[in-house]
């Protein structure tokens, strides 16, 4: 998938271009991507911002491996409930036939023609007899349908012992990526504060949300979008919380998917699965609520809302925020 560099929809308003190519370049800078030309930043600067874009990459694999770890927990509790129902059945099943057996072995304690010969009604004991086959008859089956139930428990329990060994490499894989994560941004705190004032405040400049753009005739793809752009744009100024999906926290991965979830449509959970969840346009023709990822492993996401600008949650520090869409290089272009 091809990326597109500082690549602008046709609905771009281009008599505001000098101050957004301004927000561009301290957006640009703050998540470690300069335009052509500029000089380089500080060292422990360009370190914090490659520490980012490093968390951002491991908060999504977290997010895929616990929305993995959620799967497969609802999935365990089913089979756990269909084996309890299985184990309820055969019980059933068991004492049914015990009480057959006990009823064979009542009535057919003797050798059947001597039975019949010492027997004082032996029209009674020929009914007894055809009783006796048909309890017979029916205990073999009802016994052919115990052992198949058995075979199926057995399955389910392997299924069961699958899955929650599954479960347990998903949880280990949550935990590892989730140390991951804290350890990078840990490291970046540290070298934010030991920088230099200027240096830590220009930072913390880049970092604030800018003001509304003009959105003026930005027409959304249709209802279902134009509802994800609404709850998008409530969003704008709370917190960015890795692995937080709304709605006081967010990611940027789950504030487009509980964006789209006040629309009542369902995404991924992953800017990578979210890259895939729909279908593939190209920039120029971008519309209020399609999705764009970026990089080239897609590990962030936003949503576009028109006239050149998305919706997106930036890194830890910078809140949900209005960005030019030029602002990192696009992966993928996507309209749920």
Request: aromatic share 4%; glycine share 8%.
């Amino acid at each position: 998938m091809g990326s597109h560099r500082r690549l602008v929809p046709s609905g771009f308003d281009r008599g505001a271009r000098g101050a957004a190519l301004c927000v561009l370049a301290a957006a640009a800078a703050a998540l470690g991507v300069l335009p052509a030309g500029a000089a380089p930043q500080d060292d422990r600067r360009a370190e914090v911002n490659r520490l980012y874009a490093e968390a951002e990459h491991a908060t999504e694999s977290y997010n895929r491996a616990d929305e993995r770890a959620d799967l497969l927990h609802d999935e365990v509790d089913g089979v756990r409930d269909r084996i309890a129902r299985q184990q309820d059945r055969i019980n059933a099943m068991r004492d049914a036939l015990g009480s057959l057996a006990v009823a064979q072995y009542r009535s057919g304690g003797l050798d059947p023609s001597l039975a019949l010969m010492f027997s004082d009604d032996p029209d009674e004991y020929l009914d007894k007899a055809a009783a006796i086959d048909r309890i017979s008859a029916r205990q073999a089956g009802e016994l052919a349908e115990l052992q198949t139930a058995l075979r199926v428990l057995a399955q389910d329990r392997v299924e069961a012992t699958r899955k929650l060994s599954e479960l347990d490499r998903s949880r280990q894989a949550v935990a590892r990526h989730k140390r991951t994560v804290e350890r990078k941004l840990a490291r970046a705190r540290q070298l934010l504060n030991a920088m230099p004032d200027e240096d830590r405040a220009a930072h913390d400049r880049a970092s604030r949300s800018p003001r509304t753009p003009d959105l003026t005739g930005a027409v959304p793809s249709s209802g279902r979008a134009a509802a994800a752009v609404a709850a998008a744009r409530s969003a704008v100024g709370r917190p960015y919380v890795w692995g937080a999906s709304g709605p006081a926290t967010f990611d940027c991965s789950g504030l487009t998917q509980w964006s789209y979830a006040q629309a009542g449509v369902g995404l991924p959970r992953t800017s990578q699965a979210q890259a895939h969840a729909g279908r593939r346009v190209p920039l120029a023709q971008a519309q209020p609520g399609d999705l764009v990822t970026y990089r080239d492993d897609a590990s962030h996401v936003g949503m576009y809302v028109g006239n050149g600008q998305v919706i997106h949650a930036p890194y830890p520090g910078a809140p949900v925020r209005y960005d030019p869409v030029g602002m990192m290089p696009v992966s993928a272009v996507t309209r749920p």
